[in-house]
C-alpha cells in the first residue's frame, strides 16, 4: 500500500466529510493523551507521513489503518467517523451514515453504527459486485463479527480455510488473523456485519 490513499477510495460525495471528521478526531484524541505523531506512529504501524496527511485531512486512510488508529487510541472506528451511539438514544441520519470503502466494480461497505470507546460494537452493511474482494490483516485479539447474509452468497476465508454463507444463513467468526470477504457468485452480495472487540480490564 502507498503512504497515501487515493481520494477516490470513498464515493466523492462522502470523501471530504470523512476526511474532515477522521482529521479532527485523530488529532484532538491524539493531544488528548499528549501522544505526538512518532507515538502514534509507533503504536499503529502507521508511517509518520501518513498520520500527517490524515490529520491535515489530505488522505483517506483504508478501515485497516481506522482500525490501527482506534485500537492505539482506546475508541472506536464509530468514534472516528461519527457515527457512535451515545446513551441513552441516537438517531444516525441516513446522510450521515459514511462509506468507508468502496469496491472496483460499485460494491460499498458502510458503517451504519457502533458504540464508542475501545470496547466497542459495530454494524456494517456490505454489498459486493461478482468477483469483489475486500481483506483484512486481522484486529486485535478476541475480535469477532457475526454475518447475516441478504442476497447472493458470501466466501469468508480466515486462516486459509473458506466458508460459502448463502442467503439467508448466518456465521460467526474470529477476525482475529487475516481475513478475507469475496463475492464468487454471479449476482450481487449483500450482508450486514456486526463486529465485536472487547479488551481485558
Known amino acids: 500500500m502507498t503512504n497515501l490513499v487515493n ?3 470513498y464515493p466523492i460525495a462522502d470523501a471530504q466529510a470523512i ?10 484524541y491524539r493531544k488528548t ?3 505526538s505523531l512518532d507515538d502514534l506512529s509507533q503504536r499503529t504501524g502507521v ?4 498520520l500527517v496527511e490524515i490529520e491535515k485531512g489530505a ?12 485500537a492505539a487510541l482506546s475508541m472506536s472506528v464509530a468514534d472516528i467517523v461519527n457515527v457512535a451511539i451515545e446513551p441513552v438514544i441516537h438517531l444516525i441520519e441516513a446522510k450521515d451514515i459514511p462509506t468507508l470503502w468502496a469496491g472496483n466494480k ?9 458504540t464508542t470507546g475501545p470496547n466497542m460494537i459495530e454494524l456494517w452493511r456490505w454489498e459486493m459486485h461478482p468477483d469483489e474482494c475486500f481483506e483484512s ?12 447474509v441478504e442476497k447472493g452468497q458470501l466466501t469468508l476465508s480466515i486462516a486459509q480455510t473458506d466458508l460459502i454463507v448463502p442467503a439467508g444463513c448466518a456465521a460467526v467468526a474470529s477476525t482475529d488473523k487475516p481475513h478475507r470477504y469475496a463475492n464468487t457468485g454471479d449476482c450481487n452480495l449483500v ?3 456486526t463486529v465485536a472487540e472487547f479488551h481485558p480490564a
Do not use: W, Y
Request: proline letters at 5%; one cysteine or more; a positive charge.
Open 7 to 9: 481520494i477516490s477510495t
Open 33 to 35: 493523551q499528549k501522544l
Open 19 to 28: 476526511s474532515n471528521a477522521v482529521a479532527t478526531r485523530i488529532k484532538a
Open 47 to 50: 508511517s509518520k507521513g501518513m
Open 106 to 114: 460499485g460494491g460499498t461497505a458502510r458503517l451504519l453504527a457502533g
Open 59 to 70: 488522505a483517506n486512510p483504508s478501515i485497516a489503518i481506522l482500525c490501527k488508529l482506534a
Open 191 to 193: 450482508f450486514t456485519m
Open 137 to 148: 490483516p486481522g484486529h486485535p485479539d478476541g475480535t469477532f463479527e457475526l454475518f447475516h
